[in-house]
């Protein structure tokens, strides 16, 4: 296909405005602790030596995106056991989780910018047999050069939004331009492959998939913390709410604070989805009037709210409770990942604005897996019910569980999907 003008446009500005991005890019990384070399991978200058042999990369935007690829990549280096695999993403946080649950063969670098010069060092360095792209990481010129460089193409789990859809549609020619470098589309939902076709990606090459968020595993626990804390709390009774944002701490502290009433030792962990909010939540809760704990001072749950404001140990708070609150929910977000709570053996309560995981919610209600709340008085309602009925929270449990099952058992078909797709066996 003939490159469109827009493209043309796209690599000149890229080209003019590197330098500012680049700045802003290496100073954020640094403020976030990264040592200089490190933060430099977004200028395409790799940190790790390139294996010999085949070489997957995988690229994913943040957080959610990265982990959930690292069950595929499991599965995949069982049927490729001399393959190796390399991981990029964008932030911090998302390197720091990486190399908490990455597989041996595994290395993670952050991205390169979209820009001719950290792409094509990049490349040149470590010359992908095949790329796949996670969710909606359509990156013009990585995309384009990747696929100049002769690596097979994937995109898994595509999910774009309404208003990116709408955005291309705008421009069939230049979104026909870039879907052709996939060798294989695999969307969420019937829905999405329908919508992917609309765009102009190639119909042949584009099919249903399986959100690959199921597939993540259980978050990672500390069992000498774990001990520690289920010391500390004895026989009381707890709920998480985990993942909130802004503006669900206080539903989750009103809800609490009526919880009391009738459940007067019960316990709220509270876990903000950026710890760097943990002096602003703080807050919210000391003008609760509630005592609290928290766990970057290092204490052990106490008090009626314990703030875990810290990176990389949600596994261990999900551990402690049956009944798990997913933030991102309540707000216009779109909602988090339910399979971790459920992998976790916890039952999960939800807001409303689920849109990024509509058809995991719907068949996690019609499961009885998952329950949605609507408010701090709808919420403690539902945590006031699972508490006092056993049978009830017990059943719900199990649902959870026999639904991340089902889920997982799905994997071995995606990858060998993949496998034959990128040309790999």
Request: net charge positive.
């Amino acid at each position: 296909m003939r490159t469109p003008m827009l493209y043309r446009v796209y690599v000149a500005l890229s080209m003019a405005l590197v330098p500012f991005a680049a700045h802003l890019t290496i100073k954020k990384l640094r403020a976030a602790g990264l040592p200089a070399h490190r933060a430099h991978e977004r200028l395409g200058h790799a940190t790790q030596n390139r294996a010999d042999g085949t070489l997957i990369w995988f690229h994913a935007a943040s957080v959610g995106e990265s982990l959930s690829v690292l069950a595929l990549i499991t599965r995949m280096s069982v049927a490729l056991p001399d393959a190796h695999f390399l991981i990029t993403s964008g932030t911090p946080t998302s390197a720091a989780l990486i190399a908490q649950r990455m597989p041996p063969n595994c290395v993670h670098q952050f991205a390169p910018l979209d820009a001719p010069g950290p792409l094509k060092r990049f490349l040149r360095h470590w010359r992908p047999d095949a790329a796949v792209f996670v969710e909606s990481e359509l990156w013009p010129q990585m995309l384009r050069r990747t696929h100049d460089s002769g690596a097979a193409m994937a995109l898994v789990n595509a999910r774009l939004s309404e208003k990116s859809l709408r955005a291309w549609a705008k421009r069939p020619r230049l979104a026909a331009y870039l879907l052709e470098v996939f060798d294989l589309i695999l969307t969420q939902n019937d829905a999405m492959a329908e919508a992917m076709v609309r765009i102009h990606a190639p119909p042949a090459r584009v099919a249903r998939g399986q959100n690959l968020k199921s597939f993540a595993g259980p978050l990672p626990r500390d069992e000498d913390l774990l001990f520690e804390a289920r010391t500390a709390l004895g026989h009381r009774p707890v709920w998480v709410a985990a993942s909130t944002h802004a503006g669900e701490e206080q539903i989750a502290l009103s809800a609490h604070k009526k919880l009391l009433k009738t459940h007067p030792d019960l316990m709220l962990i509270l876990v903000p989805r950026h710890p760097e909010r943990g002096t602003e939540v703080a807050q919210l809760i000391a003008d609760t009037q509630m005592e609290y704990s928290c766990r970057s001072r290092g204490d052990m749950p106490g008090g009626a709210v314990y703030l875990a404001d810290t990176l990389g140990e949600l596994g261990n708070w999900f551990a402690l409770s049956k009944i798990v609150f997913l933030g991102g929910s309540l707000m216009p977000i779109g909602g988090h990942n339910p399979f971790e709570v459920a992998q976790s053996g916890a039952t999960v309560l939800s807001g409303n604005h689920v849109f990024n995981f509509a058809e995991t919610y719907s068949a996690m209600e019609t499961a009885g897996a998952a329950r949605l709340v609507a408010d701090a008085d709808d919420m403690a309602v539902q945590v006031d019910t699972l508490l006092r009925d056993d049978h009830a929270r017990d059943k719900a449990v199990a649902a959870s569980k026999g639904f991340a099952q089902q889920e997982t058992g799905k994997l071995d078909t995606i990858a060998a999907r993949l496998i034959k797709a990128l040309r790999l066996a």
